[in-house]
Nanobody, 113 residues
Framework: VQLQAFGGGLVQAGGSLRLSCAAS????????RRWYRQAPGKEREWVAA??????INYADSVKGRFTISRDSAKKMYLQMNSLEPEDTAVYYC?????????WGQGTQVTVSS
């Protein structure tokens, strides 16, 4: 199973982007879908999570601005609004399953001031 994240780019502060993550191959037993990000010189940090039950959680830094969603077992999204320069990072999708934990390759988001 491979995850591919895409949709990143360069946007001005206050703008929006929608990240997508698609899984290739069969992926079953998903427990949690998450987005993480890693800014230059910083550790990777958790951004948002959606459980199979539908429960959703966000990091305080993005609450009210970002929305995580999914529309199938293989696809997940991160709608990012009111972007700030501090949101600049490589964004990674992650799927945690009963069979293992899978990461996408990352997509760069750059927010200019």
């Amino acid at each position: 199973v491979q995850l591919q994240a895409f949709g990143g780019g360069l946007v001005q502060a206050g703008g929006s982007l929608r990240l997508s993550c698609a899984a290739s191959g069969s992926i079953n037993g998903i427990k949690v879908r998450r987005w993480y990000r890693q800014a230059p010189g910083k550790e990777r940090e958790w951004v948002a999570a959606i459980m199979t039950s539908g429960t959703i959680n966000y990091a305080d830094s993005v609450k009210g601005r970002f929305t995580i969603s999914r529309d199938s077992a293989k696809k997940m999204y991160l709608q990012m609004n009111s972007l700030e320069p501090e949101d600049t990072a490589v964004y990674y999708c992650n799927m945690d399953t009963i069979y293992g934990n899978y990461w996408g390759q990352g997509t760069q988001v750059t927010v200019s001031s």
